[in-house]
């Protein structure tokens, strides 16, 4: 993209199940592990306890929201948006209007 923007996928799964997520969906971006949420923590994005009770032996019982961030080049958040359910994503539109903002 003419702003130089890279798409990043922040999460505390394993690699091995990120990378099966990654290649059942046939996506091209990059993964950074958070397995102890610390990233998570410092920007106020877990859900504690928010892992259903039928899942926690398997996931833990904290989760984090699916939010997109929009990063400039020095390292400022300069859009977020985080879903209101865990099926919820942002709309891409959004997301390309604030990096093309980024570009001019």
């Known amino acids: 993209m003419a702003a130089g923007a890279r798409l990043v996928f922040v999460t505390p799964k394993p690699l091995a199940t990120t990378r099966r997520v990654a290649e059942f969906f046939e996506v091209d971006f990059e993964f950074w592990l958070d397995p102890d ?3 998570a923590s410092a920007l106020g994005l877990v859900h504690r306890a928010g892992v259903p009770g039928k899942h926690r032996d398997t996931h833990g019982t904290d989760t984090i929201w699916p939010t997109a961030l929009v990063v400039d080049r020095d390292g400022r958040i300069v859009h977020a948006e985080q879903s209101r359910y865990i099926a919820d ?4 539109r ?11």
Do not use: C, S
């Open 94 to 104: 959004r997301l390309l209007q604030q990096l093309e903002a980024l570009a001019d």
């Open 37 to 39: 949420q610390r990233i």
């Open 89 to 92: 994503r942002p709309d891409p």
